[in-house]
């Protein structure tokens, strides 16, 4: 590509990008706008590398989900934390999310975890206690997740939550 068209490339992305930025339909935030490129982009290079980026994630051992967490934060943008907690949940991987009360229930189960488990040494206790029941119970790790996070707290009711949800 000529340098000119490479100049007029860039300029364009950039004002598409400030165009994105200034849309107040939509998250307004470059960074979050960027890392949906970013993401497409490594989502595609997954997926020429293993067969197809579903085929990757088939083929992750489901009872490490903290090892496939830490690959999506260190090879995807903005996909560390619970960010990649929520992308593997809406792929309909069997992903648990660590929110304020499924740390709070695994406390009071009696797991040595901090009150806001970001630590790999905390990941691991809790990967390692959510592996340990779904293998007692049968029951898939998104499920014990929401268990775990509707048995404590404040909870609300069917209806108020259909409401939240606009449904």
Known sequence: MSSSRSGLVSRKRSSASHELASDKRIVRNPQKIKSVRDNAAFVE???KEHGGFGKFL?????????????YLGKHGSRLGGNTGQYFLRWL?????????????ALRDAGLDIAESPTSKKDLDKIQAQINAWAAQTGLPRRHISRLLAMSIGENHSPE?????MGE
Request: glycine residues 2%.
């Open 45 to 47: 290079r997954v997926s």
């Open 160 to 164: 108020a939550l259909r409401e939240y």
């Open 92 to 104: 309909e991987w069997d992903a648990f999310i660590v929110s304020a009360d499924m740390a709070a």
């Open 58 to 70: 088939a083929e992750w051992p489901a009872d490490d989900q903290v090892g496939l967490m830490a």
